[in-house]
């Protein structure tokens, strides 16, 4: 899921290591000079055995800083017993028995850039003579699964251990929590790096013991969670799971690789069934063969071929149609059906862990509901208020809110499986979902719905790590019509509504508060003393309104790189008529501070006043008529915006420095400089979005491909450096 440009041109495959190759084990193929252009941070370190490290990476010369990481001559790159274990996001867990030499060489290699490598060498030495082991390994669990751990202490009378899940004593609901006795019970979808080298992808999570009578004792170990949506799923298999076209691989140097993504939905179209997913899913961006008279088109696989190890799945489904995204008329979808082969698929168009209920702490499966859809701006306004789900092939079930709706977005693709020429499709109108952990790369193709009535809204296809985008599921269906009928697809599923119940669970309620917070922003020396300046020049204008209890100064949640007078409001007050900027100076309304500061306040002063109201939220309800107001000032600009360097998308969303206005998002590409953002545009208030470059087709993570040498027992998820999965 990310954007445009040369960024997503960067699927040269950094070198496939020993269990894809067949070179020898930890060989790297490019380096002439094992440090040139990537540093390792620390570049050195000492740690006890069974100890654990977080590495970091900088790539010089790449906007794409996503790195893999391997250990020098350890069984299949990413470690084994002797050398110990690294994550795909840079954490290093020490051997509990010293391996000889005591050091170990942690290789960071660009994926833009296969020239590009760096390292870092760990030394290890006894520690104390108490020794923590956890003899279980590195681990895989299914999401909502349980797995006991258990440690072994010498050298110490006293057995006690605390367990630990990514450094935090008894875990998280989004990381996975673990008992004092050490049952791990998995979170119930796949943790998503969100910061770091390889922000975006699916993540290991860390688990740890360490010695209640020395802390400096201890063994950590990997542990992958895995969705059930990956599996192979029999005969009359749901939906949103794991799937691809039979020719979703390529051959690099002689290693195969391949791809993968989701097999969303059922519709219905005449008297066939078909499965609805991505062109760049199902037919290879625009690159596959559809049904021809008696010939059936492309086959569809349940795994897809990145599940496989490679081998072909059974055949699910075939062929049948796709928006050619190279030379279809606008509005542009990322769309494709494939007829179902009777007996392989659910009729009923049943989708893993989207039913209404929940049994014994786990989801049930169920359809979404049939025929009816909505537009993205009744998904956004009550009673549905925006809130959304899907399930998808990477991280399963998982829940989020619209962040804005009517988006531009320009997406670059390349045909096939990391091979093949590269082309870009402008989209208008999209839906962006607020992301952080609610897709990640191969969950394109999933079904995106309202959480309260299941009722499709998106299709999903593209992201970064902090959006989400959707194809509107009306532009979708009216763009596969029947080439000879012109009728248009309906959804298969329920004749009632009913909320996706999984929502409600721990687990995902938890991703979801973790989308929807907003990190304090603190504004500079230099920009608090501007608008200071000018909120005392306009003070007594502010505090003549009646509703104005105090004026303060903070920053701008609209534009985090700028300040903002504060205006905070009497007790009952949810907005003021005040002007949404001052002498180039943002506003922002705070409404329940519980001090009783009254006039203008300090920036102390502020800082205590906002700390006593209630935090401000990533998105706020929006009239229709807001929206409406939005939408005319969006069309008008669009076009002249989206032609600016650095912009890479602009929706309708809604303000956070005035809660219930609407505002024009401009999408920016992370580390590209740009035009200054204005405060206002015809009277619209302005929000700014950063992030990496949205893409389609393939993720971030380069490492995901899958390939056809056997997979380690327990690595079966970070095997070796593989291109990526399909988004």
Excluded at 657 to 678: Q, R, Y
Excluded at 707 to 719: L, M, N, Y
Aim: proline letters at 7%.
């Amino acid at each position: 899921m990310r954007r445009t440009y040369s960024h997503f041109l960067c699927l040269a495959l950094i070198p496939l290591l020993a269990a894809c190759s067949g070179l020898p084990a930890g060989t790297v193929t490019n380096p002439t000079n094992p440090s040139n252009g990537v540093k390792v941070t620390p570049g050195t370190v000492t740690l006890s055995k069974g100890g654990m490290q977080a590495f970091s990476a900088t790539v010089s010369g790449e906007q794409d800083q996503s790195v893999f990481w391997e250990i020098t001559g350890s069984t299949n790159g990413n470690g084994d017993a002797a050398h110990g274990f690294i994550s795909n996001a840079g954490v290093y867990v020490a051997p509990t028995v010293l391996p000889v030499p005591p050091t170990v060489t942690i290789m960071a290699l660009s994926i833009a850039n296969s020239e590009l490598s760096g390292s870092s060498t760990v030394t290890l030495q006894a520690g104390s003579s108490t020794s923590v082991a956890i003899p279980q390994g590195p681990s895989q669990v299914n999401t909502f699964g349980t797995i006991q751990f258990s440690a072994n202490v010498t050298g110490n009378a006293n057995q006690q251990v605390t367990w630990q899940v990514n450094g935090v004593t008894g875990g998280a609901a989004s990381t996975g929590a673990i008992s004092t006795t050490g049952l791990f019970t998995a979170p119930n979808s796949v943790p998503v790096l969100t910061t770091g080298n390889n922000s975006g992808q699916t993540s290991e999570v860390v688990v740890t013991a360490i010695s209640q009578a020395d802390s400096t004792a201890s063994d950590s170990v990997l542990v992958t969670i895995v969705p059930p949506q990956q599996n192979a799923q029999g005969a009359n298999s749901p939906l949103g799971v794991s799937g691809s076209n039979i020719n979703a691989s390529s051959t690099f140097g002689g290693v195969t690789a391949c791809c993968g993504g989701t097999l969303g939905s059922l519709v219905s179209r005449g008297n066939n069934l078909y499965i609805l997913s991505n062109n760049h899913v199902l037919a290879d961006s625009d690159a596959a063969t559809i049904t021809n008279g008696q010939t059936p088109g492309d086959a569809i696989t349940q795994p897809g071929l990145i599940d496989n190890n490679c081998s072909i799945p059974p055949t699910v489904a075939n062929l049948s149609q796709f928006y050619n995204l190279e030379t279809g008329a606008p509005p542009t979808i990322d769309a494709a059906l494939a007829q179902i082969i009777s007996g392989d698929i659910d009729p009923t168009g049943t989708i893993l862990q989207l039913g209404g209920t929940n049994s014994n702490g786990m989801p049930t499966n169920g359809p979404p509901h049939q025929g009816a859809i909505l537009t993205p701006t009744q998904a956004m306004a009550a009673p549905h208020n925006g809130l959304v789900a899907k399930s998808g092939r990477s991280t399963g079930l998982t829940c989020s809110t619209i962040f804005a709706i009517n988006a531009s977005f320009s997406v670059e693709y390349q045909k096939g499986c990391g091979t093949g020429a590269t082309f870009s499709a402008s989209y208008t109108n999209q839906v962006d979902v607020n992301n952080s952990g609610f897709s990640g790369e191969g969950d394109s193709g999933s079904l995106i719905v309202t959480q309260d009535t299941a009722d499709p809204v998106a299709l999903l296809f593209a992201g970064s790590t902090t959006d989400t985008v959707g194809n509107p599921i009306s532009q979708v269906l009216a763009g596969l019509p029947d080439p000879t009928t012109q009728e248009t697809p309906v959804f298969v599923g329920a004749t009632a509504t009913h909320p996706v119940a999984a929502c409600s669970l721990p687990g995902p309620q938890s991703g979801m508060a973790e989308r929807m917070a907003l990190q304090k922003v603190v504004a500079s020396g230099q920009a608090l003393s501007t608008a200071v300046a000018i909120r005392d020049a306009h003070a007594p204008e502010f505090l003549a309104y009646p509703e104005v209890q105090a004026v303060g100064v903070g920053a701008s949640y609209d534009n985090s790189t700028e300040p903002a007078i504060l205006i905070f409001l009497r007790e009952g007050q949810a907005t003021a008529n005040v002007p949404a900027q001052v002498d180039g100076v943002r506003t922002r309304m705070i409404a329940g501070g519980s001090l009783a500061l009254s006039g203008a306040l300090s920036v102390l002063e502020s800082s205590m006043m906002e700390q006593s109201a209630a935090a401000p939220q990533l998105v706020y309800g929006v009239s229709a008529a807001e929206i409406a107001r939005a939408e005319k000032v969006r069309a008008a600009h669009t076009d002249e915006w989206m032609r600016k360097m650095g912009v890479q998308g602009v929706g309708i969303g809604s303000s956070v420095d005035a809660p219930g206005e609407a505002a024009l998002v401009i999408f920016l590409i992370k580390g590209v400089p740009h035009d200054p953002i204005p405060q206002l545009i015809d009277g619209l208030r302005t929000r700014v979005r950063v992030s990496d470059r949205i893409r389609a087709g393939f993720g971030q993570n380069r490492r995901r491909g899958g390939c056809s040498a056997p997979v380690p027992e327990k690595r079966q998820t970070t095997t070796t450096l593989q291109p990526p999965q399909k988004q």
